[in-house]
């Protein structure tokens, strides 16, 4: 019986030695991606333009080698409601990341809360690896799509 005790507690020991290493695996915070955290200066130089009034020449900073710049159109009409933020929704007070998602090693997809006075800001953005002025490291990234709402909901999901 003795014997089976010892067992018991040498397995029981085992298990929580097991569950111990996972839980601290698990609360290890992942390394920061350095490409996101280099995307996120732009977005933040972007951010800060806007709130001083400088959309236009914040946008074209922001969409340099875009193939956005080639739709005029929908520039435009992008810069004039970015125009509008503060009377809608109050002075700009900051931003938070609130994720990044790559999707393979070429598309980042970043989501930001543009934080106002009144109400928040949501900005979707996707940076997709820009093969033709890429360096050695494939470092250079454009903007592909870039978009916000109000949309407070869908950022729990």
């Known amino acids: 019986m003795e014997l089976y005790s010892r067992r018991f507690f040498c ?8 569950a111990a290493m996972v839980r601290a695996q698990a609360a ?14 732009s977005v933040g130089r972007f951010f800060e333009g806007v ?7 914040s ?4 969409l340099k080698d875009s193939q956005l710049l080639r739709q005029a159109d929908a520039v435009k009409s992008l810069v004039d409601k970015t125009k509008d933020l503060e009377k809608r929704f109050g002075k700009y007070r900051g931003y938070d990341r609130v994720d990044a998602k790559r999707v393979g ?28 002025h890429s360096d050695a490291d494939n470092s ?18």
């Open 11 to 18: 397995w029981c020991a085992v298990w929580l030695g097991l």
């Open 105 to 132: 090693k070429d598309l980042i997809l970043v989501r930001y809360i543009y934080k106002c006075d009144d109400f928040p800001v949501v900005w979707y953005l996707s940076f997709y690896r820009d093969f033709k």
């Open 59 to 62: 946008y074209a900073d922001l």
């Open 140 to 157: 250079a990234w454009i903007v592909v799509s870039v978009r916000f709402d109000t949309d407070l909901e869908l950022l729990g999901m």
């Open 28 to 41: 290890e915070p992942a390394a920061p991606d350095p490409v996101v955290a280099k995307l996120d200066e």
């Open 51 to 57: 709130a001083k009034g400088d959309v236009a020449k």
